[in-house]
């Protein structure tokens, strides 16, 4: 299924949590805030915004980063545009 994830870099205080439980979608920038990778091996562009493609494994470690946030900074989205996390 696809999801939408977003972070919000105002909320975002570069605790590096999500980067800890995902690393393969979620890294910091030169700003310190969270942004949200393609993959771990991406060399284009880090997005605060993004739409991926995942299993039900990649879903739930995506969730539990989301859920590691402490100022739950990071939103996930179904497919249909509902909002999954945070609820």
Known sequence: MKYRVVVDPDLCIGAASCVTVDPSHFALNDENKAVVLESATMEGERTYERTLELDDAGKDNLILA?????????????????QIFPE
Not at 69 to 82: M, R, S
């Open 66 to 82: 989301a859920q590691s946030c402490p100022t739950l900074a990071i939103f996930v989205y179904d497919e249909n545009g509902k």
